[in-house]
């Protein structure tokens, strides 16, 4: 079983930056492919970023593109999300998944076995 703890969300004005982490329990972090989503009230869950277990391939929604940045550090068990830019647009709870034992990304909530809280992002404006 493998237990995801998101955090580092908060309140922050339009334009400025936040650096969520999704931290891990268990063994064999370093296997797993991770995701983030976020979900808006009234709105479904969406994809925002994804890495593979090696940190080598990331992938990002097209309204992320160039203001925030996937990364993980195995020796951690730790992922992150660097926001830059910030809009009241992306105000949401954001959501890290994980899924063990392949060496993709993936971009669907189908695809993830484990997923941790959330965290709530609010950017006024």
């Known amino acids: 079983q493998v237990q995801l703890v998101e955090s580092g969300g908060g309140l922050v004005q339009t334009g400025g930056s936040l650096r969520l982490s999704c931290t891990a329990s268990?063994?064999?972090?370093?296997?797993?492919?991770m995701g983030w989503f976020r979900q808006a009230p009234g709105k479904e869950r969406e994809f925002v970023a994804a890495?593979?277990?090696?940190?080598?391939?990331?992938y990002y929604a097209d309204f992320v593109k160039g203001r925030f940045t996937i990364s993980r550090d195995n020796a951690k068990n730790t992922v992150y999300l660097q926001m830059n830019s910030l809009k009241p647009e992306d105000t949401a709870v954001y959501y890290c998944?994980?899924?063990?034992?392949?060496?993709?990304?993936?971009?669907?909530?189908?695809?993830?076995?484990?997923w941790g809280q959330g965290t709530q992002v609010t950017v006024s404006s």
């Open positions: 890495i593979t277990w090696s940190g080598g391939s990331t």
């Open positions: 268990g063994r064999s972090f370093s296997t797993y492919s």
């Open positions: 998944a994980a899924q063990a034992g392949t060496l993709f990304y993936y971009t669907t909530t189908d695809k993830y076995e484990y």
